[in-house]
């Protein structure tokens, strides 16, 4: 990882415009748990790229793990505005709903990201949190 950071930084300062270069090393920084590194990496490609869903999900994530929730759901809101199928970004969401105590709404936004990824290499784990979700509400 430390390699694939240097290799990112280099490349931000040869091009400082870069989007996925952002992207990439504050994807990097989140997977260190460096969160607070990642987030202005991901505001600066949300203002480079606003139209991107992306750029909206990825700085969502890092406010989410930052406990951001409000600002969280606000770039994931975003993310769905420009791609209502964006899948990642209805996940998210959900987490951040979940976390937020908004159970049902949490539930509802998982069930439209199974629809969306009918196939998800995590459907057995989102199903079961679906679950755990569904008892807490009773």
Request: proline share 5%; charged share 35%.
């Amino acid at each position: 990882l430390e390699a694939a950071e240097q290799a990112y930084r280099k490349a931000g300062t040869l091009k400082p415009e870069a989007i996925e270069v952002k992207r990439n090393l504050g994807r990097l920084l989140l997977r260190a748990k460096r969160v607070q590194e990642a987030v202005p990496l991901f505001e600066e490609a949300a203002r480079l790229a606003p139209e991107l869903p992306q750029s909206h999900n990825d700085l969502g994530e890092a406010y989410r793990q930052s406990d951001r929730g409000a600002e969280a759901l606000a770039e994931f809101e975003k993310a769905l505005e420009l791609d209502a199928n964006y899948a990642k970004a209805r996940y998210n969401l959900a987490l951040t709903l979940a976390g937020s105590g908004k159970v049902q709404e949490a539930i509802a936004e998982l069930e439209r990201y199974l629809k969306l990824e009918p196939r998800p290499p995590d459907s057995q784990e989102v199903k079961k949190f679906i679950e755990q979700l569904s008892a807490k509400k009773q």
